[in-house]
């Protein structure tokens, strides 16, 4: 067995896609979309490279996590190791390593950076705030949604990401954690007899390379290994509509604190409670499949 995975993410140029085809094909339906060279227009394009960070803000102490090390109950908040950029940079280039660099604030070491690009006009209600990655080669970042619920638009500076997306009505194939953005199910490593509903779940993959620009609209499953070290930039915009904006801001201002509370409260009981959630769900949701399919 074998999870359906393979349909590609769409790729289109990124350098004459018109905002109102963007809008009509992509936004508005929340599909995903490889936009190459869309960042062509700013001087980030050719500036940003590996080299570049080394040398001008190599001394900077970043803290780094441990892809091992993550825990599906866990959210990413206590760091695995630290050091300074530029030996980080010359260990994902060089050495195997399965520390990653997450969520990166470069912008505050160096805010100059800011004056590197724009925001693309595709689109608009752009939420301020860009965000960088790193990560060394086979790194993984596990499957998750976005808690924001925003769309997120990411690109690719250095190396390769496999991207494999699901879109969110998929969630209870995937085994979703409730209160959580994790799923149970790791699926590079599919194990059906303990999670049958995976084989329900359709997703999508595509490869990121240099210049890509992957549109993901919110809401989406992500599962991301770097098929190359390197690095990407990520830049959102606002949920499509109200309903995702305000699942997005509760997500975040109560049922992250929601769950934390729980956790250092019950601990692996309410962990256990949640997977039970989990797996009920995805029984209801193979039994809708069946049915479906006796209907048909
Ligand atoms: O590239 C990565 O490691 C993760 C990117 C990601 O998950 C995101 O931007 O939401």
């Known amino acids: ?101 997450f969520l990166f604030p470069v912008f505050k070491h160096k805010p100059e950076l800011l004056k590197d690009f724009g925001y693309p006009n595709i689109t608009g209600r752009y939420i301020k705030i860009p965000f960088m ?48 953005v994790h799923g149970l199910v790791d699926i590079d490593k599919p194990d059906f007899e303990t999670y049958p509903a995976m084989q329900y779940a359709k997703g999508c993959t595509g490869i990121l390379e240099y210049g890509d620009t992957l549109y993901m609209p919110s809401g989406y499953w992500h599962h991301i290994e770097y098929a190359e070290g390197g690095f990407g930039l990520s830049v959102r915009t606002i949920g499509a509509s109200v309903g995702t904006i305000l699942t997005g801001l509760w997500n975040v201002s109560i049922q992250r604190k929601f769950d934390d509370i729980m956790f250092k409260i019950r601990g692996q009981k309410w962990f256990n409670y949640k997977k039970q959630l989990a797996f009920k769900r995805a029984e209801k949701a193979m039994q809708r499949v069946k049915e479906n399919a006796v209907l048909q």
């Open 1 to 101: 067995m074998k999870m359906n995975i393979d349909t590609p993410i769409p790729i289109v140029d990124g350098t004459t896609i018109t905002r109102k085809e963007f809008t009509e094909k992509y936004l508005k339906p929340q599909k995903p979309v490889i936009l190459r060279g869309l960042w062509k227009q700013y001087p980030a394009y050719e500036k940003w490279t590996m080299d570049y960070f080394k040398q001008s803000m190599g001394d900077i102490k970043v803290k780094l996590f441990s892809t091992k090390q993550a825990n599906p109950s866990e959210t990413l908040s206590v760091a695995h190791a630290e050091m300074k950029f530029n030996e980080y940079l010359e260990l994902i280039e060089k050495e195997p390593t399965d520390l990653r660099l």
């Open 133 to 180: 990655f790193f990560g060394p080669k086979h790194s993984v970042t596990r499957m998750h949604m976005d808690i924001d619920m925003s769309n997120v638009f990411l690109t690719q500076f250095a190396g390769k990401r496999r991207v494999v997306l699901f879109p969110p009505d998929q969630s209870d194939f995937l085994y979703r954690l409730p209160f959580n």
